[in-house]
């Protein structure tokens, strides 16, 4: 994925590093060892962070906690960057889109989970917003610090996903 660093404040990148940790951190404790950030796309701020618990709502992924929280705290859509542990899914992928989140910031590619074992639909979060309409702003920087997000997946999951 080509990096649009430029679309991020030199305060969110700077931030950035601290902020995968979190999202890291956040996977470790999940169903499933995915976790997102919420951070402020101006001052890179953490302002909160949240697990997947899918094994009891196969809908709850951490992007779609995260941005559950993100409502519940009125937070400004348009000033939030989810910093994610992984690409999101196209179900995470097109929510971040109808939320009109700032940016996503993801650590392993879909491509990569796939490689690893995981049930996924290989549809690139790019490739799915090339089709929004009117076109996405949502900015994208993928493949970050996926040298500590892909030892997260690369034993495969750990348990059989709804529907296996």
């Not at 076109?135 to 040298?147: F, I, M, S, T, V």
Request: hydrophobic share 45%; aromatic share 6%; glycine share 6%.
């Amino acid at each position: 994925m080509e990096p649009q660093t430029n679309a991020f404040s030199e305060a969110l990148l700077t931030r950035l590093p601290d902020l995968m940790r979190a999202a890291i951190a956040e996977a470790r404790r999940a169903d499933q060892p995915f976790g997102c950030a919420l951070a402020d796309a101006r001052t890179g701020e953490l302002l909160g962070a949240a697990a997947n618990s899918a094994a009891s709502d196969p809908t709850a992924h951490a992007e779609i906690n995260a941005l559950r929280l993100m409502a519940a705290l009125k937070l400004d859509p348009r000033q939030v960057v989810l910093v994610s542990t992984a690409e999101p899914c196209p179900m995470c992928g097109a929510a971040s889109w109808w939320a009109s989140v700032r940016g996503v910031v993801f650590g392993t590619a879909i491509y990569d989970l796939i490689r690893f074992g995981w049930r996924q639909i290989e549809l690139p979060t790019a490739d799915l917003l090339a089709h929004a309409r009117p076109p996405a702003r949502l900015a994208l920087l993928g493949d970050y610090l996926a040298e500590e997000t892909d030892p997260l997946y690369r034993d495969g999951p750990r348990t059989k996903a709804i529907g296996d």
